[in-house]
């Protein structure tokens, strides 16, 4: 069940509206909760959905 709760890059970009250009520089720069799995980056819908709540990233547009 875990598993289904962590979303892959492409998934939250959709998720969150949007490029996936933008994750990456949100990851790099340490701005957004994620996690790395190997040499994969996956992101805890729930973690994001309560950054976003507190004011994560507040010029992009939330999920609704």
């Known amino acids: 069940k875990k598993r289904e709760c962590l ?3 492409n998934k939250l970009a959709f998720f969150m509206s949007i ?3 933008t994750v990456y520089s949100l ?3 340490e701005a957004i909760p994620h996690y790395h799995i190997g040499k994969l ?3 805890d ?4 959905k309560i950054w976003l709540a507190e004011g ?3 010029g992009l547009t939330r999920p609704t």
């Open 7 to 9: 979303m892959t890059v």
């Open 19 to 21: 490029p996936k250009s």
């Open 27 to 29: 990851t790099m720069k």
């Open 41 to 43: 980056l996956r992101f």
């Open 45 to 48: 819908k729930q973690a994001i």
């Open 56 to 58: 994560g990233c507040s």
